[in-house]
């Protein structure tokens, strides 16, 4: 079923996932994703870059739709592929009728190969088939790599024209910057469902990780200040920072989002403890 319309009914509750880089990786991918199926996600989607073999994420999505009955949302990265690889990507898709697309450029650092056929996610969004596909894409909070949020809203805007139905945050932890960026949105009239992205830290390597990788994330005094002082403490870090998570969903289902989008790194502890602390289901 169509993003779009399930964003119709009701607020969204949603899964990413990484294609796993060995045989036991794939026995947990699995696992997890079968574990976290109680919930009922609305959809499930899986990450496309160069630790596995090209494609496989779409091979994953088309194995958890078919014999995992979830729907899922396809990552559609433009500037590792041609547009005639493109192209095949989208028929093969409608072949497996799979309807929803992230319409996304790709983190260069995630490719060994960048061609120059694409620039923007904008390039990509113009040879998708409106008629055949729910299309999201991905949005930043905070700004992208520059920190610009009115170049982020621009492109948004830009993105919302071309056929783009919603859009998901990159994980944010500090509510203020998220209602800072809401409240600019606004003003330029953009309608556009936005749902949230959360990551549950459970482990200091994963903060360690996602600090490295994602230069423009605010931490809030208070987060940093549990992970520093249960680092070496699994379960108490754990327990404290999905307090954390429960408590900023609970903020923000004040606000008129879309949904929630659990970053899940492959693991289902941290997205139970986060449903067991909050009404988000």
């Known amino acids: 079923m169509k993003i779009a319309l399930k964003l119709k009914k009701k607020k969204t509750f949603s899964l990413e996932f990484f294609p796993p880089k060995n045989e036991e990786e794939f026995e947990i ?75 996304l450029r790709g983190d260069p650092r995630n490719f060994y190969k960048n061609l120059n056929e694409f620039k923007h996610a904008t390039d990509l969004l113009k040879i998708i088939p409106k008629e055949k596909f729910s299309i999201g894409v991905a949005i930043h909070p905070e700004g992208n790599q520059s920190k610009d949020i009115k170049k982020e809203i621009k492109y948004l805007k830009i993105k919302k024209e071309l ?48 600090r490295e990788k994602v230069k423009n994330l605010t931490f809030p005094k208070e987060l940093i200040n549990i992970i520093e002082k249960y680092k070496d403490k699994k379960e108490e870090l754990v327990e404290s920072t999905t307090d954390f998570a429960a408590k ?15 970053f899940t ?12 602390k909050t009404n988000i289901l």
């Open 29 to 103: 991918f699995i696992k997890t994703i079968k574990e976290l199926k109680k919930y009922k996600p609305d959809f499930v989607s899986v990450t496309d870059s160069n630790i596995s073999a090209k494609l496989k994420h779409i091979a994953l999505s088309k194995l958890i739709k078919e014999k995992i009955k979830v729907d899922v949302l396809v990552h559609l990265t433009c500037i590792n592929n041609t547009k005639n690889e493109i192209k095949n990507i989208i028929n093969v898709l409608e072949e497996n009728k799979i309807e929803n697309i992230l319409a």
């Open 248 to 262: 900023q969903i609970e903020e923000l289902k004040k606000y008129p989002i879309a949904g929630f989008h659990f």
């Open 265 to 276: 790194f492959n693991r289902a502890y941290g997205v139970r403890k986060i449903i067991s």
């Open 163 to 210: 056929g783009a139905n919603f859009g998901i945050t990159q994980v944010f932890f500090d509510n203020s910057k998220f209602y800072d960026f809401i409240n600019i949105f606004e003003k330029n009239y953009i309608k556009l469902p936005i749902i949230c992205g959360i990551l549950p830290i459970t482990s200091y390597k994963i903060y360690e990780k996602i």
